[in-house]
């Protein structure tokens, strides 16, 4: 089975700081996502990697990065994080890419507040 | 960008009913998929059906798929208790191979 891992279920952090959010899969799948999800607005894509070092954005980049270092690791940051990105985010992984028909496999989630 | 759409928003049933949810989109697509979500946890793939596939079953779970009217629906036949969740779907386009989500549906079952 697979596992996807994030490294924290809540996190509370303050206006400006600097956040990272972590993401481990163990199934050596190429593609990693980075989502954020609020109620009534469904899942937004806010930046995915389809290989190591590589990285593409989403449909809401903005006030986030990512890095891959390593396949089964991908990291989101908040340079300075803000109240409006107070939120859910979901880490996922797919073993291909989306158009081969592969699902994906989500975390169990990072609930951030930034106050 | 453009979103699926759930209907209904909220869906509250008797233990034992079957659950009928449906999804409509707006783009031609590649397939469309169903998630779970349990209260505050991550999403778990239920069941993928592609854009020339009409109709698929996975245990208790049946999906169909009209590309017609774009529109999908998922029916979960003698609900328990341990159904009680969130249902997404999500459907990924053809031309760009985007994955665009609905903003779900929430099903109660009742003991």
């Known amino acids: 089975d697979v596992k996807v891992t994030q490294s924290s279920r809540y996190l509370v952090k303050r206006t400006g700081e600097k956040v990272f959010l972590e993401c481990v899969q163990d199934m050596d799948h190429e593609n990693m996502f980075w989502y954020r999800q609020d109620p009534g607005l469904g899942l937004r894509l806010i930046y995915f990697?389809?290989?190591?070092?590589?990285?593409e954005k989403g449909d809401i980049p903005e006030g986030y990065s990512v890095s891959r270092e390593k396949k089964e690791r991908f990291s989101l940051i908040l340079e300075s994080a803000s109240t409006n990105q107070t939120s859910m985010y979901l880490c996922a992984s797919s073993a291909r890419q989306l158009s081969y028909n592969s699902p994906l496999h989500f975390g169990n989630g990072t609930r951030l507040t930034v106050t | 960008s453009q979103q699926g759409e759930e209907d209904p928003q909220a869906l509250s049933i008797q233990e034992g009913e079957n659950a009928t949810m449906n999804c409509s989109y707006k783009t031609s697509i590649n397939n469309l998929q169903w998630y779970r979500q349990n209260s505050g946890r991550g999403l778990v793939h239920l069941i993928l059906?592609?854009?020339n596939e009409r109709e698929k079953h996975s245990g208790r779970l049946r999906v169909t798929l009209d590309t017609s009217k774009k529109s999908s629906s998922l029916l979960i036949t003698a609900s328990r208790a341990a159904d009680t969740a969130s249902y997404f779907c999500?459907?990924?386009?053809?031309?760009?191979?985007?994955?665009?989500w609905g903003a779900g549906t929430k099903l109660i079952i009742k003991p």
């Open positions: 059906i592609r854009s």
């Open positions: 999500a459907t990924l386009t053809d031309s760009n191979y985007q994955l665009i």
């Open positions: 990697s389809y290989d190591v070092k590589m990285k």
